[in-house]
């Protein structure tokens, strides 16, 4: 005697059920993984915006641009590249700069206090020398550091 059983084709409720977990959880952990991806971006990205912006105002400076000097402004969340000994919001020749929203500048620590660093005409050296830092929504940091003569690093 011959038994015959039928085969099924197709996957049981439970299967699918098992693979839509499998598939959720590993597409959550890629989409984490990809925003701190993009948060790191932004911040290495943006501290070597605020380096060019720190070095384009010094070499504006140092070329006497317009007969002046040039600076850049911190705010928590932009900088402004500006002209002049001191920062006025209302200039026509004020360049600001948005930092994206996983970003904010979290620390201005520059010699006798204040938000801004200007640079001397011809020298490029500075009175506001120190540290700015930029942090993103996952507490890493970038230090960018500027010394009395004008020299900027990022740390």
């Keep these: 005697m011959c038994v015959h059983t039928k085969?099924?084709?197709g996957f049981t409720?439970?299967?699918?059920l098992i693979a839509i977990a499998v598939v959720s959880v590993l597409a959550s952990?890629?989409?984490a993984y990809f925003?701190?991806?993009l948060a790191r971006n932004e911040l290495q990205n943006?501290?070597?915006k605020v380096v060019d912006s720190l070095r384009r105002a010094r070499g504006q400076s140092m070329a006497r641009q317009?007969?002046?000097?040039?600076?850049?402004?911190?705010?928590?969340n932009k900088y402004v590249l500006f002209k002049g000994s001191s920062y006025s919001a209302a200039d026509s020749y004020n360049e600001e700069i948005t930092l994206p929203d996983v970003l904010t500048i979290s620390t201005i620590n520059l010699?006798?206090?204040g938000s801004d660093v200007v640079f001397n005409k011809i020298t490029g050296?500075?009175?506001?020398f120190g540290t700015t830092t930029i942090q993103n929504d996952l507490n890493e940091s970038k230090n960018i550091v500027i010394n009395s003569y004008g020299t900027i690093e990022i740390r």
């Design 7 to 9: 085969k099924q084709n």
């Design 111 to 113: 010699n006798g206090g």
């Design 29 to 31: 952990l890629s989409v």
């Design 125 to 128: 050296e500075t009175l506001n």
């Design 13 to 16: 409720v439970v299967e699918v």
């Design 66 to 76: 317009e007969d002046s000097q040039w600076g850049v402004h911190f705010e928590s």
């Design 35 to 37: 925003n701190s991806f």
């Design 46 to 48: 943006e501290s070597l």
